[in-house]
Each structure stands twice: as C-alpha cells, then as structure tokens.
C-alpha cells in the first residue's frame, strides 16, 4: 500500500541496446508497481482524491493562480533577459527561467508579492476570522527563511502585538526541533495557543514555512491554505503538496465550551485555497508528458569534462519593482484535475495505440471494434479496466456507453454530455414531434419526462397507475402530476418506452 505510487518503468524497453542499464536498475529500484506485483501499472485496487471528494471524505482545492510580472517573465519560453558584464568588460545577454527562482536569479520584491498576495486572499478561520492554518513551500531553506521574516513583519503591521512573530515559523531540517514543531502545529499548540478567542483552540502561529518536511504523511486537517512559492516539476511532489489541504475538519470541534461546539455543529471546511505563484496546475493539467522517459544524470568528475573548467554559475539580482500581473481563482470540481484522472488516459493510449482498433474505427466497423475491444483490452487481470471503473474515473452523471468512451478517445465527439444535456435534448425531439399547446404545458410535460425517464420510482407508479403513491413521493409528487393535460399522462410514457434507451441516463 503506498499513498502516491511511482511508474519509473514506464514505457522502459529491456530490449533496447541504447538504454544505459543503470537506468533500467535505477528505475527498477523506485518503481513501486513493480515492487507490489502491479507490473501493468494498474494497481489492485486504488482510492484516488476523486473518488475521496465525491464519497464525502476529502475536500478539493481552490485554485487561486497568480503570476507577477516578473514570474510571468521567468514563466515564458523567452525566460527572464538580463545584461550582464562578462570578463573582457562587454555586455552579453542571459536569460533565467523558473527553475533559477532563489537559486541564480533572486528578487525580493517578488517573494514581497507573494507574501501580500497571499494575506490578501487567504482563507480565514470561519470561526475566528484570522488566517486560516497554511502551509507555504518554497525553494530551500534560505528561501524559507526569507519569507518567514516577511510574513511576520507583515502580520505585525496588519495586527501590532498580535504575534510577536510567531505568526509565521520556518520549519526545515536545519531547524533545530523542527519534527516537533510539525507535531504542534497539527496538534494547535506551535507557538502557543491563539488569543483570538479564550474558548477556541487554535495555533498562535499560522503559518510553517517549509521546503519538503512537510510534503508526505503530514496530517493536519484544518490546514486551509496551501502556498507554493516554488516551481514543481515532480507528478508526485505536485500530489503530496496538494494533498495536505484536502482533509476535512468540523471548525466546531476546535470550542472547548460544549454549547458553542453544538451552535457551530455545521460549519466545516468545503474547500482550501491553492496559491499557485508559478502556475504549477497549469503545468500539470497542459504541458507535462506523463509519459516521458526519465534519463539518468549526466556523471562528470570533480574536474568537470576532459579539457573544460568547471562552469561558473551565473546568479542575478534584480531590485525592478513587482506586482501583480494576472490573479485568476478555479474551484476545482468534481472531475479533479489531469494529475487525478490518469486511469482513463491511460486506457486511452491503449485504445489510440492499437492498430486493430485504428482500422476498424477507419473503416467504419463499430460492431467489430467494440466487440474486439470487449474482448481484448477490458475485463483483463493485467489491466482491470472495465466500463464501470472507466465511467467512475471520468466522473459523469450517468452511464456512459462503450461507444461514447471510443468517440471521445478518437476526437468523434468533444466531451460527453451530462445527463441533463441528454434530457434536454430527448424532450426537445418529443415537442418538435407532437408540438404542444402553451408554455405552462411544456414546463409540466418536461419536468414529466424528466422524472419518468430518471426516477425508476416514479416510472414504476405511473406503469401501475398507483397515482396516490405520488402524495408521499419527494421528487414528483401529486402536484406535478395533476400539471399534466390527461391527454399527455399516457402519451409521454409511450413514446418514452418506444424511441427513449433509458439505459444511458442510468447513474
């Protein structure tokens, strides 16, 4: 069992005499499907965030992506340019990109932003109305330092005495005691306990301003804000991080006096706010190759190559103001993000990559493909794909049909439809038929349809014309059905049974 499995085989042919084995025993090493018998990359069994989020477990996040002039230069293809002196005493262009952010190009102005940008947005503690708990990763431990510093300097403008710089702590490795300071912090005693309200539990401090400690196994539930001032390039590191905002939490149980606990009963977290400062969701959701080749690191001896001298690195400052150039806010729904749906791409690459399919589908020869891909692709122990996992994966409200997954594989269709959308356009072929009379008829007749085709109950009452059954029914009751012209309370049963598959609109 592992919370974030790794397929560092991937796409890895043993055959291949160009491959480097060290590469393949690296990889061999991390793999952990590998490791658990799940050579296919299809674990036994898997609960992702998106299966969390819909049961009612976990909580997703709200993204809130917010580029600086300065990042969104470091963020381009073209990068950050600068001039800088070279040794002979001329000038020559260098450009730095995100990944030199607090390692070879540093501006304090631009960790100033992030530090205003977030106390602006941040979630508050619904019950206290200071920043809600946060956990911010940055670069390294120098980094976090500096943001410490800012974020207390800060919080003591806004609120003079409240903190005394606690507001904000660095809780790195090189922080002496820093294992309990995690420990604190999830247990609302870092710091101290806060002073907002004598009956309420929660940290004095806020804010732990970390680089990795963090990242995995970290439980902390009513962490309400998640701060990445760093870039992420990792699949794996990207989840850990998001993972640690998406735990549930009664504020309520935070009262220490019982009356209060039961007024506050209702109030939970929904969500938790994501502050993305280098459009890391943007990379994982566009532009990352979930399917990339890993390469070893290129070895060099302390010398550096035969005849070179080590190069020196090249580390920039600039001191040019900054600000906010875009500040854009996503909750995150049901359907979760890329990094969270990869078991329905992954089929998909099977699907697209099989030439038996491909022809078929060319050919025209729907009742071929399906019935091969019934066949040889679902339903398999090295895989587990079945239609139900592949439904649930993609989050839609109803049963999806074999050949609708095929079409949106191939591009035959853009997205599929929700079961309302289906709805809608069932009812509208019935009325262009049989056109009824008025608009307060048409509403009555479709809120009809549409409860005759979804709710089983109700088409079970209307078939045995158990119509006082509907006085206690909640979705449509006696009400709704006295709406309908008599002559429409048969006819729409009818044309359903005969031109409506009830099947597709089943959950």
């Given at each position: 069992?592992?919370?974030?499995?790794?397929?560092?085989?991937?796409?890895?042919?043993?055959?291949?005499?160009?491959?480097?084995?060290?590469?393949?025993?690296?990889?061999?090493?991390?793999?952990?499907?590998?490791?658990?018998?799940?050579?296919?990359?299809?674990?036994?069994?898997?609960?992702?965030?998106?299966?969390?989020?819909?049961?009612?477990?976990?909580?997703?996040?709200?993204?809130?992506?917010?580029?600086?002039?300065?990042?969104?230069?470091?963020?381009?293809?073209?990068?950050?340019?600068?001039?800088?002196?070279?040794?002979?005493?001329?000038?020559?262009?260098?450009?730095?990109?995100?990944?030199?952010?607090?390692?070879?190009?540093?501006?304090?102005?631009?960790?100033v932003v992030f530090c205003q940008t977030f106390l602006e947005n941040a979630l508050r503690?619904?019950?206290?109305?200071?920043?809600?708990?946060?956990?911010?990763?940055?670069?390294?431990?120098?980094?976090?330092?500096?943001?410490?510093?800012?974020?207390?300097?800060?919080?003591?403008?806004?609120?003079?005495?409240?903190?005394?710089?606690?507001?904000?702590?660095?809780?790195?490795?090189?922080?002496?005691?820093?294992?309990?300071?995690?420990?604190?912090?999830?247990?609302?005693?870092?710091?101290?306990?806060?002073?907002?309200?004598?009956?309420?539990?929660?940290?004095?401090?806020?804010?732990?301003?970390?680089v990795g400690m963090m990242t995995t196994g970290y439980d902390c539930t009513d962490i309400?804000?998640?701060?990445?001032?760093?870039?992420?390039?990792?699949?794996?590191?990207?989840?850990?991080?998001?993972?640690?905002?998406?735990?549930?939490?009664?504020?309520?149980?935070?009262?220490?006096?019982?009356?209060?606990?039961?007024?506050?009963?209702?109030?939970?977290?929904?969500?938790?706010?994501?502050?993305?400062?280098?459009?890391?969701?943007?990379?994982?959701?566009?532009?990352?190759?979930?399917?990339?080749?890993?390469?070893?690191?290129?070895?060099?001896?302390?010398?550096?190559?035969?005849?070179?001298?080590?190069?020196?690195?090249?580390?920039?400052?600039?001191?040019?103001?900054?600000?906010?150039?875009?500040?854009?806010?996503?909750?995150?729904?049901?359907?979760?993000?890329?990094?969270?749906?990869?078991?329905?791409?992954?089929?998909?690459?099977?699907?697209?990559?099989?030439?038996?399919?491909?022809?078929?589908?060319?050919?025209?020869?729907?009742?071929?493909?399906?019935?091969?891909?019934?066949?040889?692709?679902?339903?398999?122990?090295?895989?587990?794909?079945?239609?139900?996992?592949?439904?649930?994966?993609?989050?839609?409200?109803?049963?999806?049909?074999?050949?609708?997954?095929?079409?949106?594989?191939?591009?035959?269709?853009?997205?599929?439809?929700?079961?309302?959308?289906?709805?809608?356009?069932?009812?509208?072929?019935?009325?262009?038929?049989?056109?009824?009379?008025?608009?307060?008829?048409?509403?009555?007749?479709?809120?009809?349809?549409k409860a005759y085709i979804t709710d089983d109950v109700v088409r079970n009452i209307i078939?045995?014309?158990?119509?006082?059954?509907?006085?206690?029914?909640?979705?449509?009751?006696?009400?709704?059905?006295?709406?309908?012209?008599?002559?429409?309370?048969?006819?729409?049963?009818?044309?359903?049974?005969?031109?409506?598959?009830?099947?597709?609109?089943?959950?």
């Amino acid at each position: 069992m592992t919370a974030t499995p790794k397929d560092y085989l991937k796409k890895f042919k043993t055959e291949s005499n160009t491959r480097d084995p060290r590469e393949y025993e690296r990889r061999l090493l991390l793999d952990t499907y590998r490791t658990f018998g799940c050579e296919s990359g299809i674990p036994t069994f898997r609960y992702s965030l998106i299966d969390g989020v819909s049961e009612g477990f976990l909580v997703n996040p709200t993204v809130i992506d917010a580029r600086t002039d300065i990042t969104t230069q470091l963020l381009s293809d073209d990068g950050y340019a600068v001039m800088q002196p070279t040794e002979e005493g001329h000038e020559e262009e260098s450009s730095f990109f995100q990944s030199d952010f607090e390692k070879k190009f540093f501006s304090e102005k631009t960790n100033v932003v992030f530090c205003q940008t977030f106390l602006e947005n941040a979630l508050r503690d619904p019950l206290t109305g200071e920043v809600g708990k946060t956990i911010v990763f940055t670069v390294s431990q120098n980094h976090a330092a500096k943001i410490t510093q800012m974020l207390n300097e800060m919080a003591d403008k806004l609120i003079p005495g409240k903190y005394n710089s606690d507001f904000a702590m660095q809780v790195t490795s090189l922080v002496q005691g820093s294992q309990l300071m995690t420990v604190n912090f999830a247990n609302n005693n870092l710091g101290g306990t806060g002073n907002f309200d004598p009956l309420y539990r929660t940290s004095k401090t806020r804010v732990c301003v970390t680089v990795g400690m963090m990242t995995t196994g970290y439980d902390c539930t009513d962490i309400l804000n998640i701060c990445l001032m760093r870039p992420i390039f990792s699949p794996s590191d990207f989840i850990q991080m998001k993972g640690r905002g998406t735990r549930k939490h009664s504020f309520s149980e935070m009262y220490i006096d019982k009356d209060l606990k039961n007024r506050f009963a209702g109030v939970v977290k929904e969500t938790f706010r994501l502050f993305d400062f280098f459009a890391v969701c943007e990379y994982f959701e566009e532009k990352f190759n979930y399917n990339q080749v890993l390469k070893l690191p290129v070895r060099i001896n302390e010398k550096g190559l035969p005849g070179q001298p080590l190069p020196i690195p090249q580390i920039f400052e600039t001191f040019d103001p900054d600000k906010v150039l875009s500040f854009k806010e996503q909750f995150i729904g049901l359907e979760g993000m890329k990094i969270d749906r990869m078991f329905f791409q992954r089929f998909e690459e099977q699907v697209k990559d099989n030439p038996v399919v491909v022809e078929n589908l060319e050919a025209g020869n729907w009742e071929l493909l399906l019935d091969y891909i019934n066949r040889e692709i679902l339903n398999k122990p090295e895989d587990y794909f079945t239609l139900d996992k592949l439904r649930q994966s993609v989050r839609i409200d109803r049963r999806l049909t074999l050949r609708e997954i095929v079409e949106k594989i191939f591009g035959i269709i853009p997205r599929f439809k929700s079961k309302d959308e289906l709805l809608d356009e069932e009812f509208e072929k019935f009325i262009a038929d049989f056109k009824p009379s008025t608009v307060d008829d048409i509403i009555a007749l479709k809120y009809f349809f549409k409860a005759y085709i979804t709710d089983d109950v109700v088409r079970n009452i209307i078939e045995k014309k158990e119509y006082t059954a509907l006085n206690i029914n909640p979705t449509f009751n006696i009400a709704d059905f006295k709406a309908v012209p008599k002559e429409w309370r048969n006819r729409i049963p009818e044309y359903v049974k005969d031109y409506v598959p009830l099947n597709k609109f089943l959950s």
